[in-house]
């Protein structure tokens, strides 16, 4: 059966537990665990049932979360490391122990990565697609190379000798260079020197070919025209190199400034230590001595690679123009309630709550409610969270133009939404223009919560509508992330919304919230009582069951309560799409547990949460969920966090018997987790169906958008038990 992890003894082993079922091996370690995560993306490169392009796009995207993974979470333990820390995690493996498992694991990775690309180069090629190398540069394509050369690089290129006169240069991270031994023709002296690869410019350039697609590394066509950048001289050894340095910030929780604090801040990243370094296989010593001392860095962050050095780059081949190599094309639905109303979608939520499920239903529709909510002389004020967006954002112009025209908009801006904080600066700074009140929140909390609000006067009263969501305000994520979107005039939730904005802007803690539990406040004391009522139902004897979904569960409190309601017998089941530290499946400690992790076309990353209340799941009792909070400790104890119960009957119909429903039958997408921590994938008979969830999203509209034709016809996975 394909298995996901790949070290010999990553994780310890359930018996490591010896009948203590209180000690740290009832704990998978948070970054074996994400590394795991990772290889299950890099195994979707190899799935034959994924288009050959999509495959390329999932190497890319594995290559680029181990990236920020060194950037952030490995250069956080290197510092404790350096630091003499030796206090071990909840798992009970310091970060020393935990850095030595973590290279062990993430050196197989990119050896994976590069036996992947073989395979996939090779499959390219036969499919009219193919990466060359400078000697697979015929005669008639020098011509077309030395005029993009002259004319498209050359002018930005800056190759730099290294002597006394001239220091080794600064390499940002993520900087790729071209070290050279080069040797003057005249009188044989030997000059070292350094070439950065220009990141303005794309990494492959396409070299005109008849039938078929070829594409040339960046760094080939320098190596190819090094005559002209050092004229007189010619190669004696080369190899190329890219650095990753410590991305994390530190911010002073006192600064009087929070944006020239993050400006400043943004600048000290830029120039972080170095946490990885990788080199070229086979590089002369002297190079690598050289490169290694100047950056500085140890034997121990080099990794030697024998293939392409910024697999991440591999995207850019990702063509839209081979249809037949990737998915098949789809639309998202605009809910039939919305076109009932003509797009007027005010009138549609207050025909009752709507639940939009992104992709499939379009993310238009939340811009919709903000560029109507802009335009519409009856609405008196617009509050708004902003975590992360995208670079023209329409929701950024459409709080622009609502200030402009003199409403009262509020726009909460997160700095701290790590490697966007630039943008979210420059968004803030917009917004401040155009007239708007820009918040930035708590200095000792991230703001994650996603949540508009939209005051309107209707006849002689004002209502409140409200947007909650689980994903970022941002359109081209989007199109890809799953997500819900709840649009509701209920006077609750609009108060409770009012709260939370009050909460952030004037630090007023609320008080008396009705549907919704935020964090840091009572979100986690609320989820521990709701699974400790759980388990007293099973205790009494009555049916008790939890459904849950996230991005991640590493919580030890929220973990052991899941351990607890197992032992009283309540049936737990889990869709955890990235890091998981609880152990499923252990007789006395996690039996009724079962863990599953979903990997395919669109990225998981809804948050929901079902409590069967006294009844077996599904049920018109079961208390159901949608929050923007993974059940990890940065999100129940150091953000501001949302929780909203759903009353709706139709939207929880929707959450439980569509969603949730489809996510615990999927197999063609699903890998399954084991009592060692380690995830296998779903078995699938050759030839066999296996159903797949994203398929049946994409193929069957969601019940509390369906307009006059109703919701009798919609497909449901279950039936109700009540």
Known sequence: ???????????????????????????????LSWLAFNMRVLEEAENPRVPLLERLRFLSISATNLDEFYTVRVAGLRELARAGKTRPGADGLSPAEQLALIDIDARALMGRQQTVLASLTSALTDNGISIMSRDDVLPEDREFLLDIFLNQVFPVLSPLAIDPAHPFPFIASEGFALALQLERLSDKRALCALLPVPRQIDRFIEVPTKGACRFLPLEELLLLHLDRLFPGYKVKGSCAFRVLRDSDLEVEDEAEDLVREFETALKRRKRGEVVRMKLSAGAPNALKK?????????????????????????????????????WPGFTPRVPERLQDHEGDIFAAIRQKDMLLHHPYETFDNVIRFLRQAARDPNVVAIKQTLYRTSRNSPIVEALCEAAEDGKSVTALVELRARFDEAANIRQSRRLERAGA????????????????????????????????????????????????????????????????????GGYATPEGLENLAISPTNLKSRLLEMIEAEADKARAGKPAEIWAKMNSLIEGDVIDALYAASQAGVKISLVIRGICGLRPGIKGLSENIRVKSIVGRFLEHSRIVIFGNGKEIPSNKARVFMSS????????????????????????????????????????????????GRFVRATIEDGSFAFNCHRFFMENPSLSGRGSAGASDVPQLTHDHD
């Open 629 to 676: 909070a993974d059940w990890m400790g940065r999100n129940l104890t150091r953000r501001v966090e949302t929780l909203v119960e759903i009353t709706n009957k139709t939207v929880k119909a929707q959450i439980v018997e569509q969603i949730m429903a489809a996510n615990l039958a999927d197999v063609a997408q699903s890998w399954v987790m084991g009592a060692d």
């Open 437 to 504: 009140h820009v918040v930035y929140g708590f200095t000792q909390y991230k703001t994650h919560a996603k949540i508009s609000v939209v005051v309107r006067r209707e006849g002689a009263k004002l209502v409140t509508y409200t947007h909650f969501g689980t994903g970022n305000y941002h359109p081209i994520t989007a199109r890809i992330y799953t997500d819900l979107s709840l649009f509701t005039c209920d006077a609750k939730l609009g108060r409770d919304a009012t709260k939370v904005f009050n909460y952030i």
């Open 290 to 326: 050289m490169i290694m001392h100047e950056l500085p860095v140890t034997e121990g962050e080099v990794v030697e690679i024998n293939g392409l050095l910024g697999i991440s780059d591999l995207s850019e081949l990702v063509l839209d123009n081979r249809p037949d190599l990737l």
């Open 1 to 31: 059966m394909p298995q996901a992890d790949f070290l010999s003894a990553p994780f310890p082993k359930p018996s490591a537990l010896a009948g203590d079922l209180t000690g740290p091996a009832r704990f998978v370690n948070r970054e």
